[in-house]
């Protein structure tokens, strides 16, 4: 009966003993529902509910302002929507939310452990890899394998907490984007201030470095397999090849959600893999330079040298990337509170991870090994075209050049795909509807080319390697920690509770002296800053 009760719209109102009687009521019977969609926007409590045979039901008291629904794809089924949609408005969320079926990233939710791994293994390993040996020339062999180590294992925690974030154990609320979960924890305003500028920086950075590592690796491949005849024919410049890979990018981002791109991750990861282990087991494999040496470079005073420290810890923080894809990424699976998506999700994050290491600490030491101080400041990539053009046979000098080519067009989907939903969200809030499909191309295709003048007209981002690692350090070290401890608020003084207020207050410590450091370390070295000439 208390079941009935609480599905009632109205309590029954006693009648006097005098009045007549009246024929018996017939009532519908309770609504039923499985336990795990008790948090599903089809059964938020609406009026609707209360329908029966066109005759709408009793009024309440105080009628509930609810938001207006938005319809759903026909192709996403209704067991796969966020959980706990209803409790949105009132942690005033985001209002992107009631478009979730609309929006690239949360259109599918059908995603996997694999598509996870897949999806993780692409975003975290990357051309930032091959520029950690350059680290290690100012931190010398202990401290840079330690700094290495205590980096991974760091970003490993972080990760992990993001993961168990996703979901709202209280609320089954679901944060499909990390600046969702930014600003439902510290509040909206603080949140986007926090927040906002990292991520864009992370996302738009990252696919303008993509564009000047494919476009020149472009040119460097086609001189290999083209040869002497090359130097006949009028060569593309710079620019050109540049445009050249924006093309084929702007063409690959047409696939319409990141669901859709989980084969385009997989060939990524595969052949990010690939040419790292092919850059360091070939470094290896002719052994070290003649006069190498691996006594840390000091710079001539003190100040500079430990600038110069803080611009190679910057340089090991600038090696991990993607934390502010993971909410993203595991927003493709379906979740509910007998299945939640922390568990396949974490799996993937394991397996691409393993990978991951299997890559950066084999890239680190042995290319350090193998060239010492010699190393050239761009990274191991340079380094195997500078030192070992001539001992090594032009196939696999071309297949490693593919490789990276192909992972920087697989890489650029993932990440300028946070850029695709938010333009996509003004469109979707505006029209409450789907964006068109002609609509959609437009969108990407302005951004594509849009990253392509911020490549020609910063062909240098890739000498601040230091000063992007700093600035983006919080997104990756320190936020989750202070998510952690206002969103689930561990014991006081517990193991939970100190660990992350250390690691919270040291990730932004260690944020703000490595951007300070990164900017003396620009300034004093004298970066080229060519504007506009790539």
């Given at each position: 009966?208390?079941?009935?009760?609480?599905?009632?719209?109205?309590?029954?109102?006693?009648?006097?003993?005098?009045?007549?009687p009246?024929?018996p009521?017939?009532?519908?019977?309770?609504?039923s529902?499985?336990?795990?969609?008790?948090?599903?926007?089809?059964?938020?409590?609406s009026?609707?509910?209360?329908v029966?045979?066109?005759?709408a039901?009793?009024?309440r008291?105080?009628a509930p302002?609810?938001?207006?629904?938005?319809?759903?794809?026909?192709?996403?089924?209704?067991?796969?929507t966020p959980?706990?949609?209803?409790?949105?408005?009132?942690?005033?969320?985001?209002?992107?939310?009631p478009?979730?079926?609309?929006?690239?990233?949360?259109?599918?939710?059908?995603?996997?452990?694999?598509?996870?791994?897949?999806?993780?293994?692409?975003?975290g390993?990357?051309i930032?890899?091959?520029?950690?040996?350059?680290?290690?020339t100012i931190l010398?062999?202990?401290?840079?394998?330690?700094?290495?180590?205590l980096?991974?294992?760091?970003?490993?925690?972080?990760?992990?907490?993001?993961v168990?974030?996703?979901?709202?154990?209280?609320?089954?609320?679901?944060?499909?984007r990390?600046?969702?979960?930014?600003?439902?924890?510290f509040?909206?305003k603080?949140?986007k201030?926090?927040?906002?500028?990292?991520?864009?920086?992370?996302s738009?950075g990252?696919?303008?470095?993509?564009?000047?590592?494919?476009?020149?690796?472009a040119?460097q491949?086609?001189?290999?397999?083209c040869?002497?005849?090359?130097?006949?024919?009028?060569?593309?410049t710079?620019?050109?090849?540049?445009?050249?890979?924006?093309?084929?990018a702007?063409?690959?981002?047409?696939?319409?959600n990141?669901?859709?791109?989980a084969?385009?991750?997989?060939?990524?990861?595969?052949?990010?893999?690939?040419?790292c282990?092919?850059?360091w087991?070939?470094?290896?494999a002719?052994?070290?330079?003649?006069?190498?040496?691996?006594?840390?470079?000091?710079?001539?005073?003190?100040?500079d040298?430990?600038?110069?420290?803080?611009?190679?810890?910057?340089?090991?923080?600038?090696?991990?990337?993607?934390?502010?894809?993971?909410l993203?990424i595991?927003a493709?699976?379906?979740?509910?509170e007998?299945?939640?998506?922390?568990?396949?999700?974490?799996?993937?994050v394991?397996?691409s991870?393993?990978l991951?290491?299997?890559?950066?600490?084999?890239?680190?030491?042995?290319?350090?090994w193998?060239y010492g101080?010699q190393?050239p400041?761009s990274?191991?990539?340079?380094?195997?075209?500078q030192?070992h053009?001539?001992?090594?046979?032009?196939?696999?000098?071309a297949?490693?050049?593919?490789f990276?080519?192909?992972?920087?067009?697989?890489?650029?989907?993932?990440?300028?795909?946070?850029i695709f939903?938010?333009?996509?969200?003004?469109?979707?809030?505006?029209k409450?509807?789907?964006c068109?499909?002609?609509?959609?191309?437009?969108?990407?295709a302005?951004?594509?080319?849009?990253?392509f003048?911020?490549?020609?007209?910063?062909?240098?981002?890739?000498s601040?390697?230091?000063?992007?690692?700093?600035a983006?350090?919080?997104?990756?070290?320190?936020?989750?920690?202070?998510?952690?401890?206002?969103?689930?608020?561990?014991?006081?003084?517990?193991?939970?509770?100190?660990?992350?207020w250390?690691?919270?207050?040291?990730g932004?410590?260690l944020?703000?002296?490595?951007?300070?450091?990164?900017?003396?370390v620009?300034?004093?070295t004298?970066?080229?800053?060519?504007?506009?000439?790539?």
């Open positions: 009966m208390s079941d009935q009760n609480e599905i009632r719209s109205a309590p029954l109102t006693p009648r006097p003993r005098s009045a007549a009246t024929p009521v017939v009532r519908t019977p309770p609504v529902c499985p336990p795990s969609q008790l948090h599903s926007p089809s059964l938020s409590r009026p609707l509910l209360h029966e045979n066109g005759e039901a009793p009024p008291k105080k302002k609810t938001p207006i629904r938005t319809p759903r794809l026909s192709l996403t089924p209704r067991f796969l959980l706990g949609s209803p409790v949105r408005k009132a942690l005033r969320m985001t209002k992107l939310d478009q979730d079926a609309w929006l690239p990233i949360t259109e599918s939710r059908n995603g996997n452990k694999y598509y996870a791994a897949f999806h993780t293994l692409c975003s390993i990357g930032q890899a091959l520029v950690l040996p350059v680290a290690f010398g062999w202990t401290w840079g394998i330690i700094c290495l180590t980096a991974f294992i760091w970003q490993l925690y972080t990760l992990w907490l993001l168990q974030l996703h979901e709202s154990v209280e609320t089954g609320m679901r944060y499909c990390y600046l969702q979960l930014c600003c439902a924890t509040g909206s603080l949140g201030f926090l927040a906002v500028f990292p991520i864009q920086y992370l738009g990252t696919c303008i470095a993509l564009i000047i590592i494919g476009g020149s690796t040119k491949f086609y001189q290999i397999i040869g002497s005849a090359c130097s006949a024919s009028s060569p593309l710079n620019v050109e090849w540049y445009l050249v890979f924006t093309c084929a702007v063409l690959l981002s047409q696939l319409p990141l669901n859709s791109i084969g385009v991750s997989l060939i990524g990861a595969v052949t990010a893999v690939g040419y282990t092919i850059i087991v070939v470094s290896v002719k052994g070290r330079l003649p006069g190498v040496s691996y006594n840390p470079v000091r710079g001539s005073t003190q100040v040298h430990a600038f110069d420290v803080l611009n190679a810890l910057g340089i090991i923080a600038f090696a991990f990337r993607g934390h502010n894809l993971i993203e595991q493709t699976m379906p979740s509910d007998k299945h939640p998506s922390r568990v396949p999700m974490w799996k993937g394991k397996a991870y393993t991951i290491a299997a890559c950066l600490f084999p890239i680190a030491i042995g290319g350090y193998a101080h190393i400041a990274g191991m990539l340079t380094a195997l075209y030192f053009t001539a001992d090594v046979s032009k196939s696999l000098l297949i490693t050049a593919l990276v080519i192909i992972n920087a067009a697989s890489s650029f989907q993932i990440y300028a795909m946070p939903d938010d333009m996509e969200s003004m469109y979707t809030m505006k409450m509807k789907a068109p499909w002609w609509l959609r191309a437009a969108f990407r302005v951004f594509g080319f849009g990253i003048f911020g490549a020609v007209a910063l062909p240098f981002v890739g601040v390697a230091g000063l992007i690692g700093g983006a350090l919080p997104v990756t070290l320190a936020y989750p920690c202070f998510m952690w401890l206002k969103v689930r608020k561990p014991k006081m003084y517990g193991l939970m509770w100190w660990l992350n250390v690691l919270g207050v040291t932004m410590f944020s703000v002296i490595l951007t300070v450091a990164g900017i003396y620009v300034v004093q004298g970066v080229k800053v060519s504007f506009f000439n790539p």
